[in-house]
């Protein structure tokens, strides 16, 4: 005799919508903020500021539409849920289980493999323009999964630079004002 898993109707739609929010968010939502990310890097390549600075969490995003599979997996099961009214054999249910559990793990180890290669691809890309990372970017910074690239060594050891960086009332974009206007004095 087979058994089956009840679940309220509510809580089925309330959990299908989610999947399907999250599912959207991560498949469609995602992408379009990496497309900017991409846009702003190789925009520092084209104009060759002499330092910038790098997020490197949000390269783990590179991976997002196999997050967003996973969550439209989530989606679909809730849907069968809310729409049949009723649960599925417990066999059925275990293979349901099974199949989520297999695209979880592959989408969380996407997510790794992603930013690792994500980062090596723009690291290599930076190395090739002239660029060369502040060897402690965390010191420099002040923030987790932040690098700092500059174009002359000399501006990761640069004491007014070192200030700037530490400042909140300061960008990225007066440190490459204060390193312009220095070089013009030289």
Known sequence: MATSVTVGRGYAAAYALLSLAFAIGAGVGLPYLLSHEIADLRGVLETLPAM????????????APVAGLLFFSFFLVGARYCLCG????????????????????????SLFVARAVANAYWENQFR??????????????????????????????????????????????????YLREREQER
């Open 52 to 63: 910038f600075t790098r997020h490197t969490a949000i390269t783990a995003m590179y991976a």
């Open 86 to 109: 009723k649960g599925v054999r417990e066999k059925t249910g275990n293979r349901i289980v099974m199949a989520i559990a297999v695209l979880a793990v592959i989408a969380l180890s």
């Open 128 to 177: 090739s323009a002239g660029y060369m990372r502040c060897p402690n970017s965390f010191m420099l910074t002040s923030k987790w999964f932040t690098q700092a690239w500059a174009q002359d060594p000399a501006y990761c050891r640069d004491p007014e630079v070192r200030a700037m960086m530490a400042s909140p009332w300061h960008g990225i974009d007066d440190i490459n004002e």
